[in-house]
Each structure stands twice: as C-alpha cells, then as structure tokens.
C-alpha cells in the first residue's frame, strides 16, 4: 500500500493542529455548559457567570503561561505555588495597607521571585540537575520558609491595589486582560526572538542545539526567572483579591500540578520542544468553564477532580494518536509522486 493509500485512510482529526483540537475541545465545554446551566435555571452567558469564569482564569492562567515556557525548554517547574504565596506576604507585609508603599512591594516581590527562578535555572541548565527534582528542592525550602516566619494571614493591600481583583470592563476582569497581555507577550517572545526560538531548540534537543551555536543554559534559565515572575503576579493578584497576604493560597490551589495539567491539555509535550502558549490558554479556560459548571451544578468536589482527570488522560491520548498517526509507515518504499506529495505538505 503507497504512502498516499496510507494518508487518504488517516482520520481527518490527524490534519487538526494540537491548537485546534483544544479550541474545538473550549467550544464544546462552552456549548455543553450553555446547556447544563440552563438546566439549572441558570444563564451561562449572564455577566455574572460570565466574570466568574473569566476571574478562574487569571491566576492559573499567570502560572500556566510560566509553565509553558518552562515546558518547552524540556524543563518544569513545582515551586510556583510557593513563590506566589511567598509573594503574596512579602508584598502584602511591605504594603502594610499604605498606598505609597505599592510600587515597593510589588518590586520585592517581584525580584525575590526572579532570584528563586534565577536559582532554579542555574540548577537545571548548569548543574544539570533535573527540573522536577531541582524545583521541588526549591518549593520545600520556600514552603519551610513560609510555615516558619508566617503562622497567618500577613500584611493588607491597600484599596488602590485591591481594585486590580475587583475592577471590570464590561464583563471582563482587568486581571484577566492584564494576564492575556501577559500571554501576548509570550506569544511575541516564542515567535519574534531569538530568545524563543532557542528555547524550542533546546525543548527539542538540547545537544543538537548545543551543536548549532546555541548558548542553551541562557534560554531555560530566562524561562524559569519568566516563570517564577509571573507566579509572582499571580501571587499579588492573590493578595489583591484577598486584601490580605496568605501562606497556604499557593499550595490550596494546587497550582504546580493544574498549570501542568493546562499546559498539557494545551497540546505542549512534556518532552519540550513542541507546544505554544495559545493552547495553553485554551486549556486554562476549559478548566474554569468546567470548574463554573460543577459549581452551578453543585458537583461533589471529589467528582470534580475525576472529571479533570478524565479530560486530561483523553487530550493526551488523542495527541498520542495523531503522533502515531504521523509517523511513515515502517519498511515503506515512496514512489516519486508520494515523495513530492510529502514535500509539498
């Protein structure tokens, strides 16, 4: 059987990009919630409903968009919840609900959590320590940290600083838009700069990366400080939202294991190399559409997790099946019309 035989039997989900299967996979959460939500007498689309999922996306979706450039880099990142709690007390201990000190909290925070990406990279890039292991090592001494110096909530934000978790434009949180510029930014970074495209190079294979000239501890170390940064903006859009500093917010959200999880479900391989923040984001709101509709729903909280766990394990089989899908087949002779099919595809 010839190699066109062969493409014209493949299923048409094969042609989708790893991008268009999770936008497929948001429109149906949508529609199947529109359709849950009436069921309860509820309107999915009221702008009360319509906030509450929008603001579920703004602090994973932070930490998440972290996570992917990290990810991509072939590495990974547990400590992020620790730093957004972490940065949440320094900030809000700075603040001390004073206006004047926000710009100081907000520079504390956020250069304390660069130094720890910046430690975490080293580890990871230079002493070549694995990234799970590295950034677990660093979670549990910030989290001994915190459990040593903060028995309790700390600090106050002051009001000019809560209206960032409170204010909205239209139905849209300004946390939300702030974090899709964020995304943006990523986006610009990964596909505009020599920085990204290393970063996919070194994701992809590191010693063929090394090979062609490429510096490859200089793009996993900037993706780690990225990431620990922008778990500390989630940590301060914690701390605006709460008015107060917590020490256990991070680790309550299980935000290490649910960004894994969104970048995953976003089509980025674990592996590195391959992915796109796009779809990370996709995968962000799916979880807060689902999470929006168990709620209305009043869905055990054990239920819940099974749900996720469910969509998580099928995302990831059907990208399986569209890389087996792909592959040549084995032992196969192309004739010269299969193989200028190939080139042109």
């Known amino acids: 059987m010839s190699t066109v035989d062969t493409a014209a039997r493949r299923p048409r989900l094969a042609g989708l990009t790893s991008t268009g299967i999770v936008l497929g996979v948001l429109v149906g959460a949508i529609v199947l919630g529109t359709v849950l939500t009436a069921v309860e007498g509820r309107n999915f689309f009221s702008t009360g409903n319509l906030r509450d999922v929008l603001t579920a996306t703004s602090v994973l979706g932070f930490i998440a968009i972290g996570q992917t450039l990290v990810i991509l880099g072939g590495s990974l990142d547990l400590s ?5 709690s972490l940065s949440g007390v320094i900030a809000g201990g700075i603040m001390a ?28 890039s230079l002493l070549h320590v694995h990234g799970f292991i590295a950034t677990l090592g660093t979670g549990l001494i910030i989290s001994g940290y915190i459990a040593s110096n903060y028995q309790g909530n700390h600090g ?34 990964l596909r505009r700069t020599r920085l990204g495209l290393h970063l996919y190079a070194v994701g992809g294979n590191p010693e063929v990366a090394r090979l062609s000239g490429v510096r490859t501890a200089v793009p996993v170390i900037a993706a780690h400080v990225l990431c620990s940064v922008l778990a500390a903006f ?6 605006a939202r709460l008015s107060v500093g917590n020490p256990n917010i991070g680790s309550q959200g299980q935000y290490d294991l649910m960004s894994i999880a969104a970048v995953v479900l976003g089509g980025t391989l674990l592996a590195g190399g391959k992915g796109n923040v ?31 766990g469910v969509v998580i394990v099928a995302a990831v089989a059907v990208y399986a099946r569209r890389s087996i899908e792909r592959r040549p087949a084995r032992f196969e002779r192309p004739g010269v019309l299969d193989s200028a099919l190939e080139e042109a595809a």
């Open 156 to 189: 106050a934000a002051p009001q000019s600083f809560r209206m960032i978790g409170i204010s909205f434009i239209g139905p849209v949180p300004v946390s939300t838009l702030i974090m899709l510029g964020c995304a943006g930014l990523a986006i610009l970074l």
């Open 80 to 84: 992020v919840p620790f730093v957004a």
């Open 234 to 239: 989630a940590g301060l859009l914690l701390l």
């Open 278 to 308: 796009t779809g990370t984001i996709a995968g962000v709101a799916i979880f807060a559409v689902m999470d929006n509709v168990m709620a209305v729903m009043e869905t055990d909280s054990f239920l819940r997790n099974v749900v996720r």
């Open 97 to 124: 609900g004073e206006t004047g000190n926000v710009v100081p909290g907000v520079l504390v925070a956020v250069a304390v959590a660069a130094i720890i990406g910046l430690v975490n990279g080293v580890l990871v």
